[in-house]
């Protein structure tokens, strides 16, 4: 259970309780930093970036 924003600057993921390690270890490799103010891990929203939480859903889909 996430939700995936697309914020005017940044990409964020949101999960519905503090994810798996492994699942914060797949969102820290495609370059997102948790950020405690927002309740999210986020990164700038950049085509990169948009690739990046692409690639990070299907990773995360994989190990559930």
């Known amino acids: 259970p996430y939700t995936t924003l697309f914020r005017s600057e940044r990409v964020q993921l949101v999960f519905d309780d503090k994810p798996a390690a492994e699942v914060r270890d797949i969102v820290k490799q495609w370059g997102f930093r948790w950020a405690p103010s927002h309740g999210a ?4 929203n950049t085509s990169n970036g948009r690739y990046a939480a692409k690639q990070a ?3 995360i889909e994989e190990v559930r």
């Not at 891990?41 to 700038?44: E, F």
Request: charged share 30%; glycine share 0%; no cysteine.
């Open 41 to 44: 891990w986020q990164r700038q």
């Open 57 to 59: 859903i299907k990773a």
